[in-house]
């Protein structure tokens, strides 16, 4: 009586092991993985690259440097004359 009773539930528990993993217990394909981070390191290199270019040719630091430099001789003209 044992036997036939556990007869079903080694056919259940067998074809479950001989299924294989599911879906979302499978093992992730790395190599994808590691070219879509590559890919993605290498777009947002390019993209800082022509931002920090952009930035470099254009006229707004050097402007804001120069600002900075008049007003920093401007308030050490002042600090000199009051306190002079």
Excluded at 11 to 24: D, I, K, R
């Amino acid at each position: 009586m044992r036997i036939i009773l556990s007869l079903p539930i080694l056919v259940a528990v067998l074809s479950m092991v001989l299924e294989g993993p599911a879906p979302a217990q499978a093992a992730p394909d790395t190599s994808s993985i590691l070219d879509k981070l590559k890919e993605f390191g290498s777009t947002l290199e390019e993209k800082v690259r022509a931002a920090a270019d952009s930035i470099k040719q254009s006229d707004i630091p050097k402007k804001t440097r120069t600002w900075f430099l008049d007003t920093y001789s401007k308030v050490k003209e002042k600090l000199k004359t009051t306190f002079s």
